[in-house]
């Protein structure tokens, strides 16, 4: 979930300041995001594969963290520029809007997992939130026509 949050900051960055050295630092991001969610639920069953599906399916915060998981699972295979080319620009761009999708059922995750002291997964939403409203804002906002230049003669 850090990861993906530091992508998508790292992606606005980009695009606000043309610097196209921070794709690779977003990438790694979500890689490594990616990687220590992967880890994660076999760690906690000490790679029981049957205990895995159990708890999935028992409980609902592992569900929604399983979720995202399994939204990480294309973004991490199809993130090399080799996979770009090979699907095109747009629908590559399109896949990894699945990004949002696990991003928020990291924050759902971690919200169900904490009882009592919800501070760090609100501050997690919190980002999650802006970062959502600022990318519906710039979809939805009209791209400025090119003003003609003239030339002024006194």
């Not at 906690?44 to 998981?69: C, E, P, S």
């Amino acid at each position: 979930m850090n990861g993906c949050n530091v992508g998508m900051a790292e992606a606005r960055l980009e695009l606000d300041f043309t610097q196209e050295s921070l794709a690779l630092f977003r990438s790694t991001g979500c890689l490594t995001g990616e990687n220590l969610q992967s880890f994660h639920p076999l760690g906690d069953q000490m790679f029981d594969l049957d205990a895995i599906f159990h708890d999935v399916a028992k409980r609902l915060y592992i569900m929604a963290g399983m979720a995202g998981f399994l939204a990480m699972v294309p973004l991490a295979i199809t993130s090399t520029a080799a996979m770009v080319r090979r699907m095109g620009a747009k629908n590559w761009q399109r896949l990894h809007r699945l990004t949002y999708f696990a991003t928020l059922a990291g924050v759902i995750h971690y919200y169900w997992l904490v009882k009592s002291d919800i501070r760090e997964p609100a501050m997690y939403g919190s980002i999650l939130l802006i970062e959502m409203l600022y990318r519906l804002r710039m979809w939805t906002a009209k791209k400025p026509q090119p003003v003609p230049v003239t030339s002024a003669r006194a």
